[in-house]
């Protein structure tokens, strides 16, 4: 995953005039795509095989990257680990705003940071 991520930054490099801190068209493109890499390679684990991580799926709106914590039943925790999601993804060129589904239950809607 360090070297998809390290490639990732190397195309933002060429496409962006040597900015590393912002997505590249790539990455708007295909910004769930996008999101999971940046989060894999931050160490953050993905949901699956019954362990608690990350989902992120296409949002309603727009398309976004709607960024869900799975397999924690605490709500808590679950605010707790997107926080640190969002922090993450603020670090790699996304913002994040944080949103509650009809259930109560925290997701997040990641967004490309502008270019300078």
């Known amino acids: 995953m360090a070297t998809a991520w ?3 930054l190397r195309i933002r490099a060429l496409l962006l005039d040597g900015a590393t801190d912002v997505p590249a068209p790539w990455e708007r493109d295909r910004a769930v795509h996008a999101v999971a890499l ?3 390679a931050g160490g ?3 949901s699956g095989h019954g362990g608690a991580g990350y989902a992120v799926t296409a949002g309603g709106q727009d398309g976004l990257p709607e960024i869900a914590w799975r397999g924690t039943p605490d709500r808590a925790a679950a605010a707790e680990a997107l926080a640190r999601c969002a922090e993450l993804l603020g670090r790699c060129g996304w913002q994040c705003t944080e949103h509650r589904a009809r259930d109560g239950a925290p ?6 940071r502008r270019t300078r």
């Open 6 to 8: 390290e490639g990732l």
């Open 38 to 40: 940046a989060l894999e």
């Open 44 to 46: 953050c684990p993905a």
């Open 107 to 112: 997701f997040l809607l990641a967004s490309p």
